[in-house]
């Protein structure tokens, strides 16, 4: 084995290791294992998935209050609070959720949803950037958010 050759190889595994890193510090700041353990996070997420959202918002509000640092709970609050029909309301909880993780994929892809119900496109595609620069190639929150902003060009709010 020669030098060269072994030189060349550390390069490539430190070139390949170095975007798996960048890649993994794209996952939500909260570990999945600490909001599972929640046991009002747990019930405010099936609350979602029965599209109760009403019900889920106070015990988000619990868990965000217990967890000033979950960004995924602010987001799953602000996810149920525009679901409620609070569009407006929901967007400072986005932006909690994004200030505790500025790369929360589906905190972005969620207030540019929320932008596009207050008919602020501009804002929407913001955000869009901000998953075309988070997303190592596309990643489902950009293909969602780029699907509503289009629909939302199509139907003439511009």
Known sequence: MSVTWLATMTMAAVLVAGPLHAWAADTPSTPAAATSKDPDYTAAADAIKAQKWAAAIPLLEGVV?????????????AYATRKNGNAAGSIPIYERALAL???????????????LALNNLPK???????????CFFSCEEYRD?????EQYEKSGKR
């Open 65 to 77: 209050k217990r967890d000033a640092g979950n960004a995924d709970a602010f987001n799953l609050l």
């Open 101 to 115: 993780d500025p790369k929360h994929k589906g905190a972005h892809e969620y207030i540019g949803e929320a932008y």
């Open 124 to 134: 929407a595609k913001e955000h869009l950037a901000r998953l075309n620069s988070i």
């Open 145 to 149: 958010l780029k699907k509503a902003v």
